[in-house]
Each structure stands twice: as C-alpha cells, then as structure tokens.
C-alpha cells in the first residue's frame, strides 16, 4: 500500500554533507495519502541493532536522536510526496545504511510516544552513506 524508495546516499569525507531522498508512493484506494503519513529515517550498521535516526508526524513534531540533533534536518515536502534527510557535520560513525520508514494512524500515535523506540510497517531498501575521516 506505500512503497517507498531511498536515494542520495554516497561517500563523502567526515564534515560533509549529504541529504536523502525517499520518494513515496500510496495506492489511492488504501485510503493512504502522502500528507496522512508519518515518516521517519533509521540507520543500521551490520552486525548492530537498528537505530531511530529522526521522524516526522503530522502534527509537525520532529523528534531526533541525541546524536544528530543539530546536525540532521527532516522534512517533508507533501506535493513532490518525497521526505528528504540533511545532513550536515558528518562523522565517521554516520556510516550506514539509512532507511525510510512510514504509517499512519494509531500506529504513528504509538510511534511519537515510544521514540526513540518506533515501529513502522513500511520500509524502503536503504542508501548506503559511508562517511571517511
């Protein structure tokens, strides 16, 4: 009912910046709109749990984790149904594999209270960032 596809991950020097892309498409007779998601980016390393990155709800709350505050920016573009991730200052430790997450409803009323513990039933395939120092 929502694909969703990542791209604009690469390899950049630490202090560099990148920004993601997750383009989204909903399936109009799921009842799924693009404004009506909640969306959020994750990261994992191999070998590693998956770890919350930043989301964005549809009252306009935009949590992020510790690490990135101050760093990384989310948002939202509902006409071009893309979510976009900049980020800036990269480190070293931002190597990983960055995916694009989304729901909607009572799922993202759970979401918003568990972060930086959220679930979501829609996944992309994930852009590879790779950051050298």
């Known amino acids: 009912q929502v694909t969703l596809v990542e791209s604009g991950g690469g390899s950049v020097q630490a202090g560099g910046s990148l920004r993601l892309s997750c383009a989204a498409s909903?399936?109009?007779?799921?009842?799924?709109?693009?404004?009506?998601?909640?969306m959020a980016w994750f990261r994992q390393v191999p070998g590693k749990e998956r770890e919350a990155v930043a989301a964005?709800?549809?009252?306009?709350?935009?949590p992020y984790a510790d690490s990135m505050k101050g760093r990384f920016t989310i948002s939202k573009d509902n006409a071009q149904s893309t979510l976009y991730l900049q980020m800036n200052s990269l480190k070293p430790d931002d190597t990983a594999m960055y995916y694009c997450?989304?729901?909607?409803?009572?799922?993202?009323?759970?979401?918003?209270?568990?972060?930086?513990?959220?679930?979501?039933?829609?996944w992309g395939q994930g852009t590879q960032v790779t950051v050298s120092s």
């Open positions: 997450a989304a729901d909607k409803g009572l799922v993202c009323t759970f979401a918003a209270r568990v972060w930086p513990k959220p679930n979501f039933g829609y």
């Open positions: 964005i709800f549809t009252d306009g709350n935009t």
């Open positions: 909903t399936y109009s007779r799921s009842g799924y709109t693009f404004s009506t998601l909640c």
